[in-house]
């Protein structure tokens, strides 16, 4: 199976600064690369994926890099927020099984 | 609206007892799972199912069992429950193999005495 690790675990950055969760992953064949974040108490939503033929994608102030050649992919938020506080957990789908696997989980928190 | 609903949100039970979570979903989505979230280990797959009486494994199955006798439903029973057990348990779906969004439910917090 796959295995995903995730760091950090946690994060504190100031409101205006940027924020970078890491991931690797160590199946070769994986294909796709979601993020979510869940809010304290809710459930996880996604956020942005990126698929493995794709090496970056942006949505506003976010954006996620994949590296292929190293199984490295990354979260990227710039201009953080309060509201960006939140777990954030990156996953990569199995390709030969087509689940998904997660990392451990990153709490961000942004202080004002 | 469609929906992915979870039942019950919270549990207590005792070491033991058979527990069975409910998971029910009005988008139609073939493809089904159960998480455990439990902190420093993040989401972890329990089982999963790709259709109608398609049951699989993932990574922590012990002590669980799910069955799939109808698209919208994919309840996960704990058949002896136990102290390790206790967690927070999410349900999602995705139409197909090859769709990337999962849709997660609103979790369902068991405890186990």
């Known amino acids: 199976g796959e295995n995903v690790e995730q760091h950090p675990s946690t994060l504190s950055v100031q409101e205006g600064d940027s924020a970078v969760i890491k991931c690797t992953y160590s199946d070769s064949a994986s294909n796709y690369f979601p993020w979510y974040k869940q809010e304290l108490g809710k459930r996880p939503q996604l956020i942005i994926d990126?698929?493995?033929?794709?090496g970056e994608k942006k949505d506003q102030r976010i954006a996620v890099t994949l590296n292929k050649t190293a199984k490295h992919f990354s979260l990227h938020i710039t201009e953080t927020q309060p509201e960006d506080s939140a777990v954030y957990f990156c996953?990569?789908?199995?390709?030969?099984?087509?689940?998904?696997?997660f990392g451990t989980g990153t709490s961000l928190t942004v202080i004002p | 609206d469609a929906e992915i609903t979870q039942s019950p949100r919270h549990k207590i039970t005792e070491t033991g007892r058979q527990v069975t979570l409910a998971c029910h979903q009005t988008?139609?989505?073939?493809?089904m799972f159960w998480y455990r979230q439990d902190l420093g280990h993040g989401l972890r797959l329990i089982h999963y199912s790709y259709g109608v009486q398609d049951t699989n494994k993932g990574e922590v199955s012990d002590g669980y069992s799910v069955s799939r006798s109808n698209t919208e439903d994919l309840p996960l029973t704990l058949e002896s429950a136990a102290s390790s057990q206790t967690s927070v348990y999410f349900c999602?779906?995705?139409?197909?193999?090859?769709?990337?969004?999962?849709?997660f439910g609103e979790g369902s917090r068991l405890t186990v005495l």
């Open positions: 990126i698929r493995s033929n794709v």
């Open positions: 999602a779906s995705r139409p197909g193999p090859n769709t990337g969004e999962l849709f």
């Open positions: 988008w139609n989505h073939n493809n």
């Open positions: 996953a990569a789908r199995w390709n030969t099984g087509n689940q998904f696997y």
